[in-house]
C-alpha cells in the first residue's frame, strides 16, 4: 500500500505555487467584472426609452397604486439572490413589480401635499451625478461640484431677488436647513454649547425657539434633536388668515424672558403646509432685531415665487432674516432633493458644525462645504439644478410658476361660484383648501360634515385618476389641492373638478339614506 510522501526542495515549492495560481484563478473567476461598455449602452438606452414612455403615460396610470399593505413583499424574494442575474430581468421586474406599485408623485392629476416633478434636464443631472459619483465634502475632493454650487445658488439667490450678504449652501430637505439654521442660531447666543453641552449647567437658562401654530413639524424636530426639549418650543397662535399673530408673539418672547428663559429664534414661514399663508415677516424681523433673536424664513415651497414680479411683495422683510430656506425640488422641475439654504452669517454655521481631522486638512484657501453641516459625504446636487436653470431659463421657470398660480385661482374661482363648496383659506400661491357644504345637508353637525368630506377624499383618490390631501384648519377637516407639477393642465383640474363633484353627489345621497 502506498503512502503520500512529504514533498521537499523545488518539487515542493512547485507544488504550493502551482495550488497558489489554482487559488488565484478561482478567487479571480469569482469576482464581478463591471459591466460591459456595450451592455452599459444598451440597457441604458432601453432605461432611457422606458422613463420616456413612463413619463409620457404618467396619465393613464393610476395617482395611487390599487395596493394592499404587504403585497409587494410577499412577490419578492425573501433573500438576496446568490448569483448575478441578468440586466434585462431586473428591468422586467421594475416594470412588472416596481412602477405600478407606485404613489406617482410626477403624474399630472397628484395634487396632493406639494405637487412636486421632475423634469428630463433635472433626471440627466441626476443620472450625470451618479456617473460622477463625485464626494463634495471638500474642494479638493469635488472642485467642479463645489464651484458650481457656489454658482447655482447665487443665480438662485438674484431671481429671488436676495441681497449678495446671503451666502448659500445644499442641503437635502427643508427639515434639515431648519436644523442646520436654530443649530447656528444656539450658537449665536455665545453659550458654549458646542463645547460644554446642554446638561447639568445651572449657568444656562432654558432656550425657547418661536413660531405659528401652522409652521412645519420640522421645526419641532429641529427642537427636540438639538437637545432643548419640546418644552423649549413655543406655537404662536395665528389670525383669521392663519399668519402669525406678532402682538402674541412679542408678549410670549416678554414672558418667557420675565420667566428667566432666553428666546433663541424665531421661526417665520412664508407658504405654511396647509394654507401657503405668510407670516407677517417684516413686523417680526423688526422684532427679533430688536430683542437679539435669530430669525429664521421657512420659505421651502413659495420661495421661489419670489422669481415673478407680481409675487414679490409677498415676500417683503424676508431679506431681514438671519437665514432662508427654500426647496428647488417642490417647484421648480428639479427632482427629490435639493434644498437650498442662504445664511447672512456662515461663520456661525461653520462655528456649530467644523470639525477637521487631520486626513481632511488642506491648503487651499477655499469654503469647504463639510465645514458647514452635520455631514460629510455631499452628493453633487448642484448639477440638476445647474441643467434645469440652463434649459428652461428664467422666463420659462416663471411662465411656469405663474401658470400653476393661475390654475389655482381658476378651481378657487370655481369652489366660490358653487353653493355646495366653500374656501377655508386664501390661495396666494397654487394650494387651494377647500369644503364640501352642501345645502341640503345644513342640519349636519361638525363631525358629520368631517365625515362627509373625508368620504369625498376617499372616493376621489379610490378612483387612482386624482389624488387630494387634507388637513385641519380651525378644527375643521379640509381638502387640498396643491398644484406644482409641470405636466398639470386645465384638463386634469377639470376632471377633478368633475370627480369631487361626482364624489359629492354619491356621498350625498349616501348620507342621506343613513339619516332616513
Sequence with gaps: MMTDVPQTGEKADALKDEANDRAATAVEKSVPSEMSAEDFRRYGHELIDWISQYLSTLDQRPVLPPIKPGELKEQLPPTAPEEGEPMARIIADVDRLIAPNLTHWSHPAFFAYFAISTSAPGIFGELLSAAFNTNGMLWRTAPAAVELEEVVLSWLREMLGLPPHFEGIIYDTASVSTLHALAAARESLGLRVREDGLAGRPDLPPLCVYASEQAHSSVEKSVIALGLGQRAFRRIPTDERFRMKVGALERAIREDRNAGRLPCAVVATLGTTS?????????????????????????????????????????????????????????????????????????????????????????????????????????????????????????????????????????????????????????????????????QLAALDAREIDELNALIADRVNATGRAFLSHTRLNGRLTLRLAIGNIRTTRTHLERTWELLQGALRATVAEMQVKRA
Design 275 to 439: 394654507t401657503t399663508s405668510l407670516d407677517p415677516v417684516a413686523e417680526i424681523a423688526e422684532l427679533c432685531h430688536a430683542n437679539s433673536i435669530w430669525l429664521h424664513v421657512d420659505a421651502a415651497y413659495a420661495g421661489v415665487a419670489a422669481m415673478l414680479p407680481e409675487k414679490r411683495d409677498l415676500f417683503c422683510g424676508w431679506e431681514k432674516a438671519d437665514s432662508i430656506t427654500t426647496n428647488p425640488h417642490k417647484w421648480l422641475a428639479t427632482p427629490l432633493d435639493l434644498s437650498a439654504f442662504y445664511c447672512r452669517r456662515m461663520d456661525l454655521l461653520r462655528q456649530a458644525f467644523s470639525l477637521i481631522p487631520d486626513y481632511l486638512k488642506t491648503d487651499e484657501p477655499v469654503r469647504n462645504p463639510m465645514d458647514y453641516g452635520i455631514q460629510l459625504g455631499r452628493r453633487f446636487r448642484a448639477l440638476k439644478l445647474w441643467m434645469v436653470m440652463r434649459y428652461f431659463g428664467r422666463r420659462g421657470l416663471q411662465a411656469m410658476i405663474r401658470e400653476h398660480c393661475h390654475l389655482a385661482q381658476t378651481f378657487a374661482d370655481w369652489i366660490d361660484d358653487s353653493p355646495d363648496w366653500e374656501r377655508a383659506a386664501p390661495v396666494p400661491f397654487s394650494v387651494v383648501c377647500f369644503r364640501a357644504r352642501p345645502p
